[in-house]
């Protein structure tokens, strides 16, 4: 009967989508085979992503349980997670939980920041990461370039940015205030081309959504 079973949830899997009848029954077996598999596996990671970070607090239930900040987070971060198939942004959202914890932090900041986690990708918080400080990278420093722009470190560390959706994706972070130059096509001295460009709300941002390590190292 178990074989028997499994045969026809095989046979189910592999059906054509023109093949099952509308109605209702094509749209719920498409969301029941999604959540049977992408779904399921998302669930996954981020409940590992978040018990690695759980573990580490010195925190007890009780007191987690009874944040307001926390829970807040730990529901919207848990409903964002399970929208995206990129581990890195797991992990940023996993990070965000942890950081919610944090006294200075308020409702309204927290709600923002997670919005903007949301519509971010990886892409995004790379470009934020490099002008937060380029000089932490190896090889970037003012002896290195000279009368270059700001992309050009950016595009030496990060090589897999310099595509056609880069102007766009730089455009979003300006637009938000999150870096203080517009047109990265300036040609600048060596110092210049390695200076912070992050604006301070974006520095709050950055803390909010990474390990302290990563933010000191």
């Known amino acids: 009967i178990k074989e028997k079973a499994l045969d026809t949830l095989e046979i189910v899997g592999k059906t054509a989508l023109s093949a099952i009848p509308v109605g209702g029954a094509l749209a719920t077996s498409v969301y029941d085979t999604v959540k049977a598999n ?7 990671k981020w409940r590992t992503a978040l018990e690695e970070r759980l573990v580490k607090l010195e925190n007890t239930l009780e007191e987690i349980g009874n944040d ?13 997670a399970m929208r995206t198939a990129k581990e890195e942004k797991m992990a940023y959202l996993a990070n965000s939980v942890i950081n919610s914890l944090n ?13 903007l ?10 470009i934020i990461y490099f002008f937060f400080n380029p000089k932490r990278f190896e090889g970037v420093d003012s002896n290195s370039y000279m009368m270059e722009s700001p992309s050009t470190p950016l595009f030496h560390v990060y090589p897999e940015l ?12 300006y637009n938000d205030g999150m870096v203080t130059l517009k047109n990265l096509n300036t040609s ?7 200076t912070k460009r992050t604006t301070a709300i974006a520095d709050e941002f950055l803390k909010f959504i990474l390990k302290k390590d990563e933010i000191e190292g």
Do not use: W
Request: with cysteine.
């Open 103 to 115: 006294p200075d932090l308020n409702e309204e900041k927290l709600i923002v920041f997670l919005d």
């Open 188 to 194: 600048m001295t060596g110092s210049g081309t390695v």
């Open 162 to 173: 310099n595509n056609e959706l880069f102007e766009k994706i730089y455009a979003d972070l």
């Open 117 to 126: 986690l949301d519509r971010y990708t990886v892409s995004h918080i790379k």
């Open 38 to 44: 992408c779904l399921s596996k998302r669930q996954e």
């Open 68 to 80: 307001e900040l926390f829970t807040t987070a730990l529901v919207k971060a848990t409903e964002l």
